[in-house]
């Protein structure tokens, strides 16, 4: 489940819950159109920004936030493992009864030869990290009856992982420099006295991401690089969308 938060252009808000099926919807219909943004956060939730033009100068903005309802928390490395394990198996399931001889793998979940035990389930379970589907009968070792659930990977976990791929980082200028450090091979700096004479004023803000495909140096200040840092952010989200299963 979700919360979602509309906010409408003359700043008014509205807030309800949703399904994961509704925000898999609404996301789906929000990719490729037209003035229509979208941003994964590392909270597994995500933000829907779309622009409406009324006639004025400036287009308005309405918004659609959807975050877990329960908090996915940090997700550790052996958390994505499970997870990628999950997601990367047709027919994973959560054992929720068995015989005697087999109770010890009840509350475990399978996947393939991955297994994540009681434990781990229970927290992937309880903070919305995994989905769990309607019971089904099924066998212990092809001979002894047992229940098991299909489980998948929640949206609000594959946001989450998505995005914590996705940081993206901005550093400020490096204000007075030598204009050889910056390549700029006879330049003449301030025309003053002081310890700043010669020297030129480097606005540039390098931002890059934690993906390592994305780099930009913010000639026009840190505003300049953060606007595009997150018009990366947005461009990945939308590619990613299309993924979803």
């Known amino acids: 489940m979700f919360t979602e938060t509309v906010t409408a252009t003359d700043g ?9 099926a509704h925000a898999l919807a609404t996301l789906r219909r929000a990719v490729g159109r037209r003035g229509v943004t979208i941003e994964a956060t590392r909270t597994g939730g995500v933000i829907i920004e ?3 033009w009324d006639g004025g100068v400036i287009p308005k903005r309405r918004t659609i936030v959807f975050e877990p309802a329960v908090p996915v928390g940090n997700i550790t490395a052996r958390m994505r493992e ?3 394990a999950i997601d990367g198996r047709a027919g994973a399931y959560l054992v929720t009864k068995a015989e005697p001889e087999f109770r010890v793998n009840v509350g475990r979940i399978a996947a393939g030869l991955w297994g ?3 434990g781990g389930t229970k927290r992937l379970i309880d903070r919305g990290l995994v989905g769990v589907g309607a019971e089904y009968s099924a066998t212990s070792n092809g001979f002894l009856p047992e229940t098991r659930a299909a489980v998948r990977v929640s949206l609000a976990a594959r946001l989450a992982m998505f995005a914590a791929g996705h940081r993206t980082r901005t550093s400020s200028p490096a204000g007075y ?3 050889a450090d910056i390549g700029m091979e006879g330049a003449v700096g301030l025309n003053k006295p002081g310890k700043r004479a010669g020297m030129v004023y480097d606005r540039r803000s390098p931002s890059s991401c934690t993906c ?3 780099t930009y140096h913010g000639v026009d200040g840190p505003e300049d690089a953060r606007r595009r ?3 990366h952010r947005q461009e990945v989200t939308a590619a990613f969308v299309r993924t979803l299963p």
């Open 177 to 179: 420099v030598r204009p």
């Open 82 to 84: 499970d997870l990628d």
């Open 116 to 118: 994540v035990a009681p």
């Open 212 to 214: 390592r495909g994305w």
């Open 229 to 231: 840092a997150r018009q």
């Open 12 to 20: 008014t808000t509205e807030t309800g819950t949703a399904t994961e």
């Open 50 to 52: 779309r622009e409406i």
